[in-house]
Structure formats: structure tokens, C-alpha cells
């Protein structure tokens, strides 16, 4: 084959000036054609239309349109799905209106043990926290395992030893949970005085009315997914209980091959059930779209096995799906289009 000639000095200023337009034309063009997508959940449960003051739905619907349109913004300024998921989650754990950081709910001895993880889909490195009382941002914790330790979970006393070693900031165990918090486990503890103690099925009537772990999933300009959760965990939990929040693959998931996935609900059952893996395995394995597999998993599946909950998911087009099960679940997205979309019931689409 013959070589190309070199380019003159004056040839190859001509050649580097249309390369250089050329990249420039292919960015632009790359981030028209890239789209951006950016979904939340503040939880979900038998938040119902009736139970709930139009001042505390009002509350809910704000929060969750601040929230998503930061994410968001994090998206449209180039930033990465990591960034935004991050961002986001820790708004929703400084509110004190979600169970996760500040407004997480109340353990059977009156504390609150907090779990997190996030799930880089462009490498599918992960982290979590399990079981912390001291660290005021736990997805910050499940940040810094996934980039700066060799592991994937830390627990309890461990992950705090490892947060405030990477500078992270560490709270007194009193800074968490709420008024509210107190009065459902009350609550809770009442009604579960009715029933029997060993039961993986539990009635709906005894799970708590506010699930609410919060969750974002991501897809930015460099076409790369991310997922995240965060939870106070389940009221009245005991022995050290850990839900599905920071376990890969049943709470968080995210490869950019199929989709990012943060769920909410019930845990021991996202758990048995490996919800959020199932829905990327259905899409690989099976070739389901975002909303067949989500559809499948969250409406059929956890549904015949009597999990309560829902999940927030991404696909690398920017398609979002957001199935319950439950009567409700707090949610919001920004799609391809730009639009906010804020719901809590069903009715709200
Ligand atoms: N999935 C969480 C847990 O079981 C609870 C929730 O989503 O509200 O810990």
C-alpha cells in the first residue's frame, strides 16, 4: 500500500483545520444526538391520595421537582451520571423529608442504621455502607469504597472507621430520624404486637405506610449509566437487619450494556428476588426493552410473590420506566424532551 505523502508545513495547518472542524462538528452533532436522562424515587408504600394533607403533598412534589431538576442540571452541564446520582441523593438525605440521612425512620431500639450503595455502569464498580449511625451522607460512604477501597460493602463500625478516614463527615447517632419517625414506630410496634414473629410474608396492613429509601439513576452526555440508593431501612427492623438498599444487583444495579436500576420497597423480597439484576438479565439475556423487563419483574414476578414496592430505571436511549406495585411511590424524572415529571399516585401517569 502506498504511504501518504507528509503535509507540508501550510498543507498540514489546512489538514489539522478541518480535522479540528471536523471533531467540532462530530462533538456537536454527538451531543445532539447523545441523549440525557435523569430519574428519582423518594420511596414508595401505602401513600394513598386520602392519608395524605394536601400541604404534606405539596411538600413531597416540590422537594422532588428541586431534586430531579438539580440532577439533571448536573447532566446538561456535562457532568457525569455519577455526579448526578450523588447530587441528588444527597439532597434528598439532608431534607429530612425521606427516609435516608437525616429523616431516616427508627430501628426497633429507637435508632437509626442507615444503608447505601451506588453502581458506575461504565464499569461496573460498585460500594455500598450497611448498618451506619454516624456518617451524615452514606452514599458519599459507597462512593468513596467504590473509588477508593478494594471492596464493595463495608459495614457498621468499619465503614465509619473508613469514612472519616477519607475526610467524610461523621454526626452524632442523634442527628437522625424524626418526630415523625417516633410516631410510626409506635405504630408499627403496635400493630406487629397483633400478629405472629416469624414470617417472611407479612401482611400489608402491617408494613410501614412510609417506605420511602430514596434512589437516581443517570444517563449522561458520554453515554454512561449510574445508580444509586439510600435508606434509613425498614421501621422497626432489628438484629442488625439489612434491606436490599446496598446489595448489587437487588436494591442498585448498573451496566451500561442494559440499564440502571435503584429500587424501594419491601427488601427481603428485592432481596430473594434480585430485582434490580432481573431486570438488566432479562434485557440481556432476552432482548426485553426497559419497560417489558421492568414491567415484568416489578409488575408479575414480585407481584405473585407478594413484594411490595417499585423501582426507577434507565436505559443508554434515555428510555425511563418507573413501575409500583404499591399504591404509591414518590418519583420524577427529566427525559429526552426536558420535561419535569413529578408522581406520587398512580392516577398521576
Ligand atoms: N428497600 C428498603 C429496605 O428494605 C426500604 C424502602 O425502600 O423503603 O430497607
Excluded: W
Amino acid at each position: 500500500m502506498p504511504l501518504t505523502p507528509l503535509p507540508s508545513a501550510l498543507s498540514r495547518r489546512a489538514f489539522l483545520t478541518a480535522t479540528a472542524a471536523t471533531t467540532v462538528f462530530a462533538v456537536i452533532r454527538g451531543a445532539e444526538a447523545k441523549p440525557i436522562a435523569f430519574a428519582i424515587h423518594g420511596g414508595a408504600g401505602g401513600i394513598s391520595k386520602d392519608s395524605t394533607p394536601p400541604e404534606r403533598e405539596a411538600l413531597y412534589r416540590a422537594k422532588l421537582a428541586a431534586v430531579v431538576t438539580a440532577g439533571h442540571n448536573v447532566l446538561k452541564r456535562g457532568g457525569s451520571a455519577l455526579d448526578a446520582v450523588v447530587t441528588a441523593i444527597v439532597m434528598m438525605e439532608d431534607s429530612g423529608v425521606f427516609n435516608a440521612g437525616k429523616g431516616s425512620v427508627f430501628t426497633s431500639a429507637g435508632t437509626c442504621e442507615l444503608d447505601a450503595s451506588i453502581m458506575d455502569g461504565a464499569t461496573r464498580a460498585a460500594g455500598a455502607v450497611a448498618g451506619v449511625k454516624r456518617i451524615k451522607n452514606p452514599i458519599r460512604a459507597a462512593r468513596a469504597v467504590m473509588e477508593r477501597s478494594p471492596h464493595v460493602l463495608l459495614t457498621g463500625v468499619g465503614a465509619e472507621t473508613f469514612a472519616a478516614e477519607q475526610g467524610l463527615t461523621l454526626v452524632s447517632p442523634k442527628y437522625f430520624g424524626t418526630e415523625e419517625g417516633r410516631r410510626e414506630l409506635e405504630r408499627v410496634k403496635a400493630e406487629e404486637s397483633k400478629r405472629p414473629k416469624v414470617a417472611q410474608s407479612v401482611p400489608a396492613e402491617a408494613l410501614p405506610r412510609k417506605l420511602g429509601t430514596v434512589g437516581a439513576v443517570a444517563l449522561d452526555a458520554q453515554g454512561n449509566l449510574a445508580a444509586g440508593t439510600s435508606t434509613g431501612g425498614m421501621t422497626n427492623k432489628r438484629f442488625g437487619r439489612v434491606g436490599d438498599a446496598p446489595i448489587i444487583g437487588a436494591g442498585t444495579y448498573a451496566d451500561n450494556a442494559t440499564c440502571a436500576i435503584s429500587c424501594t420497597g419491601h427488601g427481603e423480597y428485592f432481596i430473594r428476588s434480585v430485582v434490580a439484576h432481573d431486570v438488566a438479565a432479562l434485557m440481556a439475556y432476552k432482548g426485553l426493552s426497559l419497560a417489558e423487563a421492568t414491567q415484568e419483574v416489578v409488575l408479575r414476578k414480585l407481584v405473585a410473590f407478594g413484594g411490595l414496592g417499585g423501582l426507577v430505571a434507565l436505559d443508554r436511549a434515555g428510555n425511563i420506566a418507573m413501575p409500583f406495585n404499591s399504591p404509591g411511590m414518590f418519583r420524577a424524572a427529566i427525559g429526552a424532551d426536558g420535561k419535569v415529571f413529578v408522581g406520587i399516585y398512580r392516577e398521576d401517569g
